[in-house]
């Protein structure tokens, strides 16, 4: 059990006065922690009897402050991502973002303070300066850092996950999805040659829109593709690889990314005249420049995308793109549940991690099932009969 007394001394003259809470830890050493009043040392006692009681009390003096955390977990993701050890260059760098703000917050307070209470009213201090999605983003990387921080033995309790923390929401999960119309404005866009432009370069903006819009590819996917994963002779493509801005050619998101996509005769036409152009029997990535070297993600943006959204006339009224590139894979996931395939069958050709994926971003496009409404009725229905023989029973 921990005690708490007035402790009161004078200093050059002064006199002073503390409150100290007295305890023995799990180890069986005796303990101080110094407060300011004897409220602060009452919730400083409570909190420390709960903690050694469940055995997740860990002395102030053996922890570390959030910013030292900080700096060590950084370290360690570094080191994870440059010996790809299931995480990437890109995250080790979103991670550091998301850092800054949790330092700027409470980087001073030592990890054994740190509680719900403290976490909640960092989570509405972010609210009134980021987006609901950068705060979260911020909060998914504080539970990590506290995942890190309990295997260094910094700290025993994780406020994160223990702890309930009221969060913003992620905003409509709805994406910006090209209608039909404009998806045909867009095909139209890509059978007009603009004036000078090489029949590489074209052809080549063409592929990279079907391999979208038809295959449903990721952009790093698109970039990313190998000649070698193209079967001509089953007419499918094997999506095997992803570019990444830092990473480089890395594996597709999640495992689900392996997957095979068919070749509607549009996406083969476009591949066979980029293949013939480059002399039949190509190796190496599908998209290049005029140099050799394989397309980045940025130059497919601004080189093709770009001109080719300007071209089919849907841009905003400051002459922005209305749709990023990655709308036509939502375009391909919109039509393929148009044309009635299953959330599975879906998730298996898109390469969703999972169908609760699927469900979340394009649940709201998946026709109502009928099933559930002609259930309902025979319910209500089987419920008045029963009722109506329990009055004629009664009468």
Known sequence: MASVRKREWTHNGESKTAWVVAYTDQKGKRRLITCKSKKEADKERLRVEVEIENGQHTPATETVSVHYAIEEWLKDCEGRAAVKSRLTKASSEHYKYCSRRIDAEIGSKLLTSVNGQMLQLMVNDLVLKFKPKTVRNTM??????????????????????????????????????????????????????????????????????????????????????????????????????????????????????????????????????????????PVGHVLTTKTGHHMGLSLLREDYWVPLVKRAGLCDTAGRPRYRFHALRHAAASLLIEKGLSPLHVKTVIGHASVKTTMDIYGHLFPEDDAIRRATALIAEDLAATRARQEGVSD
Not at 147 to 169: L, N, Q, S, T
Not at 233 to 254: C, S
């Open 140 to 281: 998914m990387a504080m539970t990590l850092l506290f995942d890190f921080a309990i295997e260094r033995g910094w700290v025993k309790r994780h406020p994160v996950r223990d702890e309930k923390i009221h969060m913003p929401p992620w905003g409509s999960p709805k994406p910006a999805i090209p209608s039909k119309e404009d998806i045909a404005r867009l095909i139209g866009a890509t059978e007009i040659r603009p004036p000078g432009e090489s029949d590489l370069k074209f052809m080549t903006g063409r592929a990279a829109f079907y391999l979208a819009v038809l295959g449903g590819m990721r952009r790093g996917e698109v970039c990313a593709l190998q000649w070698e994963n193209v079967d001509w002779q089953r007419g499918v493509i094997t999506v095997r690889h992803n570019l990444a801005r830092l990473d480089g050619l890395k594996e597709p998101k999640t495992r689900a990314g392996n997957r095979v996509i068919p070749m509607s005769p549009p996406l083969r036409k476009a591949l066979e005249e980029l293949r013939d152009l480059k002399g039949g029997k």
